[in-house]
């Protein structure tokens, strides 16, 4: 974690990983699976109402150098896009509306995820749609993860080490950990769903045929991003859909 820190290589999913391997496998490594205590919330609210009160320190420090009008999540925002185009550089021309529309709309989410965090089911439907309206986009489950190590990299340049002290660090670690819990198996099924599509359109031997086991590739609790070719699939072989993907990932 840090600035420092490189991309991670997403790992290639075998066939016969289980749903709960796969989502283990490109979970990042600053992952935890912990509860988001009182202390981890206040600890992002007031370092988080720093950036919109314009009050960071670092901001504060380049401003009274700079004296830009530019407010501070426009500053954490530049510094955000700026590191997610030198981690993901396909990704340049991606933002329809630009990237200074694209930040104020991530500062919204930002804000709108960090007012839900008492409010479990409003928090993991917000996380359900941001999912799923990626997958859509074509963004990928491990990026998410490389997502987490660009915000923290953000935050430290606007707060400063004082601000964002190891404490600090491991709050919003947590926080964005609470995150990718509900993102990230949508992610995955969705990923999983369209290996099934394209195995679907490519011809395979009688042998392969026989030894495809559907109930490895889908798991029950398939979720509505799932394209609607593996649906009718699902349809054919007689699987129902069982089980509900918003309670997360058992670790
Ligand atoms: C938790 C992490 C993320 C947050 C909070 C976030 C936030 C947002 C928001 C608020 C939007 C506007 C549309 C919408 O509401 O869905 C958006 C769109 C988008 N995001 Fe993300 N995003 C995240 C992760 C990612 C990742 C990992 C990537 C790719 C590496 C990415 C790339 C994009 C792209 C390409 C768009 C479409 C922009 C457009 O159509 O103009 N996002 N994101």
Known sequence: MGSGSSITAPVVPCAKMSLEEEISSV?????VDEELTNDCMNDVRSSWSLVLTDTAPKYLEWESVESSRKSCAALFSDV????????FPSYENSFSNGLFQQG??????????????H???????IMQKLAENHCKLGVKAYEFGVMGEILFHSLRRILGDD?????????????????????VPICVVHERS???????????SEEERRNENVRDLIPDAICATANPVVLNRLHREGLSMKGNYNEGFKS
């Open 104 to 117: 104020k709309s991530l500062v919204k989410m930002i804000s709108l995820t960090i007012s839900q965090l």
């Open 80 to 87: 955000f896009y700026r590191r997610l185009i030198e981690m």
């Open 119 to 125: 409010h479990t089911n409003h928090f993991a439907v």
């Open 194 to 204: 369209l290996r099934l599509c394209a195995r679907d359109t490519q011809p395979s």
């Open 163 to 183: 601000t964002f002290s190891k404490k600090m660090e491991t709050s919003w670690v947590v926080l964005y950990s609470s995150m990718l819990k509900h993102i």
């Open 27 to 31: 979970l990042p490594v600053y992952y």
